[in-house]
T-cell receptor, first 110, second 111 residues
Framework: GQNIDQPTEMTATEGAIVQINCTYQTSGFNGLFWYQQHAGEAPTFLSYNVLDGLEEKGRFSSFLSRSKGYSYLLLKELQMKDSASYLCAVSAGNNRKLIWGLGTSLAVNP | EAQVTQNPRYLITVTGKKLTVTCSQNMNHEYMSWYRQDPGLGLRQIYYSMNVEVTDKGDVPEGYKVSRKEKRNFPLILESPSPNQTSLYFC??????????FGSGTRLTVV
């Protein structure tokens, strides 16, 4: 079957670095997304990885290893506003359906 | 401004009373989807559309209908809402089926 796993909760300190992992099992892999979602709000796009390696975008970076079915989102210089849920999603199949993880709730403490 | 607009933002209704949640995008995107989000269950796809007049069921289509008569609009119809359809609903669109842009969400309560 198709499955995405990510930790349910994480805690980190303001100014620190945190890595949120995502493992997946899908067929017809097209790409992997990371979204940020604040409570009660819409998910917002953070990154999209198609090829193996690290994509850096400001304080956020995302890594993909297709052979291992593994990705991580790296958040640097954490700020209080980074407290949110981080969703991993994989695009699979010809219809590019998104398969979503349940999200990792990140709490950034002062 | 490029956006996906959903209406209403909040809705309380009674069981069995037909309702429509509207979704419109101004980016000329081909792909559109409806999701519901429930605690502990994450985002689940209800229906999706790859183009005008092309729609297909997602993971949880029961009790919902959609239509895609024009590219910009993708309304979600609940013919006879029930309490188990109380949820937070999101519409999303994408040009290539890659990065989706989400609407602000509709919080629906069915009593």
């Amino acid at each position: 079957g198709q499955n995405i796993d990510q930790p349910t909760e994480m805690t980190a300190t303001e100014g620190a670095i945190v890595q949120i992992n995502c493992t997946y099992q899908t067929s017809g892999f097209n790409g992997l997304f990371w979204y940020q979602q604040h409570a009660g709000e819409a998910p917002t796009f953070l990154s999209y990885n198609v090829l193996d390696g690290l994509e850096e975008k400001g304080r956020f970076s995302s890594f993909l290893s297709r052979s291992k079915g593994y990705s991580y989102l790296l958040l640097k210089e954490l700020q209080m506003k980074d407290s949110a849920s981080y969703l991993c999603a994989v695009s699979a199949g010809n219809n590019r359906k998104l398969i979503w993880g349940l999200g990792t709730s990140l709490a950034v403490n002062p | 401004e490029a956006q996906v607009t959903q209406n209403p933002r909040y809705l309380i209704t009674v069981t069995g009373k037909k309702l429509t949640v509207t979704c419109s995008q101004n980016m000329n995107h081909e792909y559109m989807s409806w999701y519901r989000q429930d605690p502990g269950l994450g985002l689940r796809q209800i229906y999706y559309s790859m183009n005008v007049e092309v729609t297909d069921k997602g993971d949880v289509p029961e009790g919902y209908k959609v239509s895609r008569k024009e590219k910009r609009n993708f309304p979600l119809i609940l013919e006879s809402p029930s309490p188990n359809q109380t949820s937070l609903y999101f519409c999303a669109s994408s040009q290539t089926g890659r990065g989706y842009t989400f609407g602000s969400g509709t919080r629906l309560t069915v009593v």
